[in-house]
């Protein structure tokens, strides 16, 4: 599910969340690292979890324009292509989804949320592709499948409100928003039409999975602990050694995302034999025109060509395997 970039940005925040404490330890680092992943994959339950709430919110106003005193033929027998879509059926029934959404408690339970969500549904029902799919008369597993990723890019993912939302309850879903998306339509391609008829309706339902937090046989656990470890442990002498590369600057005066950006660049060239040189390079320029200044992946190229220089001199960059040199 994550992917090597995103978990070098989660462990960029918590070096700088660190970075403001003088009285914390690693292990305390090392938790709020792991929180911050955590709370990434809820992000991503809460979305999926959010098809079923509109599925019951469609329910609700069908029973309550049934009750009307002079009910129309509309509200006597409702279009029910919304309500039945196959998509928000497997996502219902899916036992990980639900098992996970109890687990993170990941959930729109609360009048907050609930409120939220009404809000969500009646902007859906006004918006063109919700019409065109009531309206059309195309019916089948991958009309309804193709219509809800539509419906998530333009709809739900784009709700002002539901940002709003997410900002308010966590500072780290911003960064996280785009990624969960992502994996959110990722996870409904990847859905298949299950067979009504066949015997094992559990055994059915579990062939479409949600997306797992780590892929399955990585490493990426170990990676994320290594790399927040070592870039603590390492701190001094990275700071050092920056500073030495930065003589025209004082180091006080370099923007703090760019140390940071460098401490690990640096720390991972060192640390992990296994990942070349030039990818770590790469990734962590690519990160700072996201998370530094404009020209930042100038001056952080700069200087990390100059450690990569020294380091390899000083026979501290040690590379395993064919290709892994650069």
Same mark, same amino acid.
């Given at each position: 599910?994550?992917?090597?970039?995103?978990?070098?940005?989660?462990?960029?925040?918590?070096?700088y969340?660190?970075?403001?404490?003088?009285?914390?330890?690693?292990?305390?680092?090392?938790?709020?690292?792991?929180?911050?992943?955590?709370q990434?994959?809820? /992000?991503?339950?809460?979305?999926?979890?959010?098809?079923?709430?509109? =599925?019951?919110?469609?329910e609700?106003?069908?029973?309550?324009?049934k009750?009307?005193?002079?009910?129309?033929?509309?509200?006597?027998?409702p279009?029910?292509?919304?309500?039945?879509?196959?998509?928000?059926?497997?996502?219902?029934?899916?036992?990980?989804?639900?098992?996970q959404?109890?687990?993170?408690?990941?959930?729109?339970?609360?009048?907050? !949320?609930?409120?939220?969500?009404?809000?969500m549904?009646?902007?859906?029902?006004?918006?063109?592709?919700?019409?065109?799919? *009531?309206?059309?008369?195309?019916?089948g597993?991958?009309?309804? =499948?193709?219509f809800?990723?539509?419906?998530?890019?333009?709809?739900?993912?784009n709700?002002?409100?539901?940002? +709003?939302?997410?900002?308010?309850?966590?500072?780290?879903?911003m960064d996280?928003? +785009?990624?969960?998306?992502?994996?959110?339509?990722?996870?409904?391609?990847?859905?298949?039409?299950?067979?009504e008829?066949a015997?094992?309706?559990?055994?059915?339902a579990?062939?479409n999975k949600?997306?797992?937090?780590?892929?399955?046989?990585?490493?990426?656990?170990?990676f994320?602990? +290594?790399?927040?470890?070592?870039?603590?442990?390492?701190?001094?002498?990275?700071?050092?050694?920056?500073?030495?590369?930065t003589?025209?600057?004082?180091?006080?005066?370099?923007?703090? *995302?760019?140390?940071?950006?460098?401490? /690990?660049?640096?720390?991972? *060239?060192?640390t992990?034999?296994?990942?070349?040189? !030039?990818?770590?390079?790469?990734?962590?320029?690519?990160?700072? !025109?996201?998370?530094?200044?404009?020209?930042?992946?100038?001056?952080i190229?700069?200087?990390?060509?100059?450690?990569?220089?020294?380091?390899?001199?000083?026979?501290?960059?040690?590379?395993?395997g064919?290709?892994?040199?650069?």
């Amino acid at each position: 599910m994550l992917n090597r970039r995103h978990l070098r940005i989660k462990v960029l925040q918590t070096l700088y969340a660190f970075s403001q404490h003088d009285d914390k330890e690693f292990l305390w680092a090392k938790k709020e690292l792991f929180k911050a992943v955590n709370q990434m994959y809820e /992000l991503y339950i809460s979305l999926l979890m959010i098809f079923p709430e509109l =599925k019951d919110q469609a329910e609700h106003r069908i029973e309550e324009n049934k009750k009307k005193m002079l009910p129309t033929d509309e509200d006597i027998n409702p279009n029910l292509k919304f309500h039945d879509n196959k998509i928000i059926k497997i996502l219902e029934e899916g036992a990980e989804l639900r098992h996970q959404s109890e687990n993170l408690k990941a959930n729109w339970m609360g009048d907050e !949320k609930q409120e939220l969500i009404r809000k969500m549904y009646n902007h859906i029902r006004q918006s063109e592709i919700y019409f065109e799919f *009531m309206n059309n008369e195309n019916q089948g597993f991958e009309e309804d =499948k193709e219509f809800m990723i539509q419906l998530f890019k333009s709809e739900i993912a784009n709700f002002p409100l539901l940002y +709003d939302f997410l900002e308010e309850k966590s500072v780290y879903w911003m960064d996280d928003i +785009d990624l969960a998306c992502s994996m959110v339509i990722k996870t409904i391609k990847s859905f298949k039409e299950l067979d009504e008829d066949a015997d094992d309706v559990v055994a059915e339902a579990e062939k479409n999975k949600i997306l797992p937090l780590y892929k399955p046989n990585d490493d990426e656990e170990e990676f994320l602990a +290594d790399l927040l470890r070592q870039a603590i442990k390492l701190r001094p002498e990275n700071l050092k050694l920056i500073d030495d590369l930065t003589q025209n600057w004082e180091l006080d005066r370099i923007a703090k *995302m760019d140390v940071f950006l460098m401490e /690990l660049a640096i720390t991972e *060239m060192i640390t992990f034999s296994n990942i070349p040189t !030039k990818v770590t390079l790469n990734e962590y320029i690519e990160i700072s !025109k996201f998370y530094s200044t404009p020209k930042s992946n100038q001056f952080i190229n700069g200087v990390l060509d100059k450690a990569i220089s020294r380091l390899e001199s000083e026979g501290k960059i040690n590379k395993v395997g064919r290709g892994l040199m650069k």
